[in-house]
């Protein structure tokens, strides 16, 4: 069936640091991929999407580009900040139209 | 302002107390979701609704009961908890069809005693 991996965590960096997280999608079918971040005490929230292959969606200053040929979607940040603190789930979608979820990344900033 | 409103956000409950955590959106989704979040094993779909009265199975729905009555309602019911049902549940809606994204309740945070 469906599935998605992604580096367990959590991950921790400083300030301004460069931020890869890495995912992983089953090749079935043409999915869509997504990047959701959930805050502290929140729900999740879409970050970012892409619908098909070499597409890069980006939002927020993170970044991720649909590579159909390695099946990966990384997330990608140049510079991060405290508040981007949070755990965040790759996700593609799936024959009953909700997406498949990854486990998650914890991501902590330290200043 | 559209939104996913989960109820409550906070529930201690004792093991075999019947309980339904409601969950209602005004985007008028016909698509939508149950999870379950737990340490080390991320988000697992409980039930999912294609649409008023079509539910099904997702990956964890043992214990668990869902209907799906009008479009913008989607209860989840515990007949009759366990402590191995604590945890944090979402709410999750999306319009039809796989490209669209999912919204998402602000959770509720449940605990069986």
């Known amino acids: 069936g469906d599935s998605v991996t992604q580096m367990e965590g959590p991950v921790t960096l400083s300030e301004e640091a460069f931020l890869t997280i890495n995912c992983t999608y089953t090749a079935t079918g043409y999915p869509s991929l997504f990047w959701y971040v959930q805050y502290p005490g929140e729900g999740l929230q879409l970050l970012l999407k892409?619908?098909?292959?070499?597409d890069k969606g980006s939002n927020k200053g993170f970044e991720a580009t649909y590579r159909k040929e390695t099946t990966s979607f990384h997330l990608e940040k140049g510079s991060v900040q405290v508040s981007d603190s949070a755990v965040y789930f790759c996700?593609?979608?799936?024959?009953?139209?909700?997406?498949?979820f990854g486990r998650g990344t914890s991501l902590i900033v330290h200043p | 302002e559209a939104q996913v409103t989960q109820n409550p956000r906070y529930l201690i409950t004792v093991t075999g107390k019947k309980l339904t955590v409601t969950c209602s959106q005004n985007m008028n989704h016909e698509y939508m979701s149950w999870y379950r979040q737990d340490p080390g094993l991320g988000l697992r779909q409980i039930y999912y609704?294609?649409?008023?009265?079509?539910?099904d199975k997702g990956d964890v729905p043992e214990g668990y009961k869902v209907s799906r009555k009008e479009k913008r309602n989607f209860p989840l019911i515990l007949e009759s908890p366990s402590p191995n049902q604590t945890s944090l549940y979402f709410c999750?809606?999306?319009?039809?069809?796989?490209?669209?994204?999912?919204?998402f309740g602000q959770g509720t945070r449940l605990t069986v005693v």
């Open positions: 892409a619908t098909k292959a070499d």
């Open positions: 999750a809606s999306s319009f039809k069809g796989g490209d669209t994204e999912a919204f």
């Open positions: 609704s294609m649409n008023v009265e079509v539910t």
């Open positions: 996700a593609r979608s799936g024959g009953s139209y909700i997406p498949t």
